[in-house]
């Protein structure tokens, strides 16, 4: 994870300004909720516990000054240094009723009882004092709290108003975060989109589709929830209780020493929980990559499963992978279970108990009064919130950690650099010279090719299935480079071109063609800007299909889905032709074109090709024999070996593989050379 974490920081560095004033705003919502518990202590200890500090007998009425039978009587913190205080006297509580106790040295701790106007406290070392207790009617008591009402009120309305800033600069803070997550995660995807659009096309003979679409959509969403919700999390929870622990030190040191072991309980909480949960986690991704592939695999070939009756079969390969999806989700969700927040108010309400216990044993001193006894309770419970936030975002932490590792593994595929730069177009003179290649090591498809063709020629490749027909123009066009032998364009080793610049003026005809979600017209320009409208149509008619597409609802402009499924077999194929003439390239391959049109189609599609060759050097591999006999050269192959080489008389004289061939595709009928 060390190297994707360090990748997963630089891509947050892309926006770090947000993400650097989304923390800023996180210190001071922090900040100011730590404030809270401070001011109730001040509430509780000043200004309602307070009432129990001593009261000194003052001459006259004055700020703070309170009337009692006939005398006036001001709390020993709010008087001024220097000031002559009178008598001391006790307001004390005593069960839920107040007393007025007109005595000095009337000890603060011990048990209180009230008897025949006498007030006992009981020490802790046993001994009994006793002194002379009136009890306070409602009206009294209110006059000895009533000069605190403002500070209260003013102590209050801080509080909520706290409240409100921290929510303020929270929706601030967790909304800069979210845009600078969708924004990371926006540029990760066009980064991994762009790079697959960069890599070599055998990788993809490896790789299902779907498995390539979860890299992109499920993995990186994973990722976005890293930086959404896991860090969000993880920041505001480590600021949080790095700050809830210093206030507590602030506090009471004794009442702090309670909240440190939750620090390193957390540390091996997080290492045993990542532990089980990197492994389930891997196993969960990968198999949702197999289900996405399965589905997707399943919906192409859709047809082929209802015709041969495979529905059953499918549903059951499903089943499996769903059903390990769904066991190791459920041990990730048992997991999760037992390291959830429950655990966390299991030793919150301890570590209260402890706390509480030893405060009503005096154990704490003095020093912990009520006040600061709420702040720690309200901070331990702020304390808890964020460890909460932690744990519970644990299970995404290692989901966005498997996704990172996933997507940085698709990333780090080397690829073919991108050119923007353009070449003169070339004449198109090819040639191999003594070209081997194998797909897998030690199993050659291709063995010492050797022929060579001029520009404006045709070049027929024929042969059986799995000679090595479609290998010779797989090197031609690289998509596999070739390992031993040469390769040249117009003498120019085609290893020595990037790989754009020569396919810049190569065009390819596939027996299947692609057509995009678009219309027939951005079909035919691949939404090329150079590409013109006029050009398009003076295409289509070149290769004798305007007429057919312009009485369609929409003309060229007729929709066209996914694959062009609405489209017959020889319509696509069509709009393949005009593609190529459209993008006038220098080397034309027509890949089994002819191969799944019908007759009255094919005759068509024969103009097309003669428009289509004018001018260009054309590699043409065709199984229908009879669409080649023009072809200026027939290379016939056999196990990746040229067997035979010629024009179609030449081959017919030589009566070998060719003329065999020729003649079973005649039903035996010989043809008029």
Do not use: C
Not at 40 to 57: C, F, P, Q
Not at 545 to 572: H, N
């Amino acid at each position: 994870m060390g190297n994707n974490g360090k990748r997963l920081f630089q891509y947050a560095l892309n926006y770090k300004k947000p993400i650097l004033l989304a923390l800023a705003l996180l210190l001071l919502a922090v900040g100011v909720e730590l404030v809270g518990p401070f001011l109730a202590k001040r509430m509780i200890d000043t200004n309602i516990m307070g009432i129990e500090k001593s009261w000194y007998e003052t001459k006259q009425e004055e700020s703070y000054a309170v009337s009692y039978e006939g005398s006036w009587y001001k709390r020993s913190d709010h008087w001024k240094a220097g000031e002559t205080q009178g008598r001391e006297v006790r307001v004390l509580q005593s069960g839920r009723t107040f007393y007025f106790v007109d005595a000095a040295g009337v000890p603060n701790t011990g048990k209180r009882t009230v008897s025949d106007g006498q007030l006992s406290i009981l020490r802790d070392d046993g001994s009994t004092q006793q002194f002379p207790a009136t009890k306070l009617t409602a009206g009294e008591m209110y006059a000895f709290y009533k000069p605190e009402f403002r500070s209260i009120i003013i102590l209050a309305a801080s509080y909520v108003g706290l409240l409100l800033i921290g929510a303020v600069l929270a929706y601030w803070q967790r909304y800069l975060l979210q845009v600078s997550a969708n924004r990371i995660v926006r540029k990760m995807r066009n980064d991994v989109f762009r790079h697959i659009q960069r890599l070599p096309v055998q990788y993809f003979d490896n790789l299902p589709a779907g498995k390539v679409v979860a890299r992109v959509t499920n993995d990186t969403e994973a990722i976005r929830e890293l930086y959404v919700s896991v860090l969000a999390n993880f920041f505001s929870g480590i600021i949080y209780i790095t700050a809830i622990i210093g206030a507590l030190f602030v506090l009471d040191t004794k009442l702090a020493l309670f909240a440190l072991p939750f620090i390193p309980i957390l540390y091996v909480w997080i290492m045993v929980y990542r532990k089980f949960a990197a492994k389930y986690n891997h196993v969960i991704r990968s198999r949702l990559s197999d289900i996405n592939g399965m589905i997707n695999e399943s919906i192409q070939g859709m047809p082929i499963i209802q015709a041969f009756r495979k529905q059953k079969e499918t549903m059951t390969e499903f089943h499996e992978m769903n059903d390990e999806y769904f066991k190791y989700q459920n041990k990730l969700l048992s997991l999760n279970s037992i390291t959830s927040h429950n655990l966390v108010n299991v030793l919150r309400n301890v570590v209260f108990i402890g706390v509480v216990w030893m405060f009503a044993g005096d154990l704490l001193g003095a020093a912990v009064t009520v006040g600061v006894l709420y702040a720690f309770i309200d901070y331990m419970n702020r304390m808890m919130h964020p460890i909460v936030g932690i744990v519970n975002q644990l299970s995404n932490l290692e989901v966005a950690r498997v996704s990172a590792e996933r997507v940085f593994t698709l990333l780090d595929e080397p690829g073919i650099e991108v050119s923007d730069s353009r070449m003169e177009r070339y004449k198109g003179n090819v040639s191999f010279e003594a070209v081997s290649f194998g797909y897998k090591p030690g199993e050659d498809v291709l063995k010492n090719i050797t022929f060579r063709a001029r520009q404006g020629e045709t070049v027929a490749l024929v042969g059986h299935t799995g000679s090595g027909k479609s290998s010779i123009l797989n090197l031609l066009f690289r998509f596999y480079d070739v390992e031993r032998g040469v390769i040249s364009v117009d003498g120019i080793d085609v290893r020595d071109m990037p790989k754009q610049q020569l396919r810049q003026h190569m065009g390819i005809v596939l027996q299947d063609p692609f057509l995009f979600t678009g219309t027939i017209a951005s079909n035919v320009s691949l939404d090329d800007p150079s590409i013109s409208r006029e050009r398009i149509e003076q295409a289509l008619r070149d290769v004798g299909a305007y007429d057919m597409f312009m009485q369609l609802p929409g003309g060229l402009d007729e929709p066209v889905i996914e694959k062009g499924s609405t489209l017959s077999a020889g319509q696509r194929q069509l709009v393949s032709f005009a593609r190529a003439l459209a993008f006038d390239p220098a080397i034309l391959i027509l890949d089994e074109a002819t191969a799944s049109i019908d007759t009255e189609t094919e005759s068509i599609i024969q103009q097309a090709l003669d428009v289509l060759k004018r001018g260009r050097t054309t590699f043409v591999i065709a199984h229908r024999l009879s669409t080649i006999r023009a072809a200026d050269q027939i290379l016939v192959l056999d196990r990746g070996v040229i067997t035979e080489r010629g024009n179609h008389d030449e081959l017919m004289q030589q009566g070998g593989k060719y003329f065999a061939m020729y003649q079973l595709q005649l039903g035996g009928v010989e043809s008029v050379a």
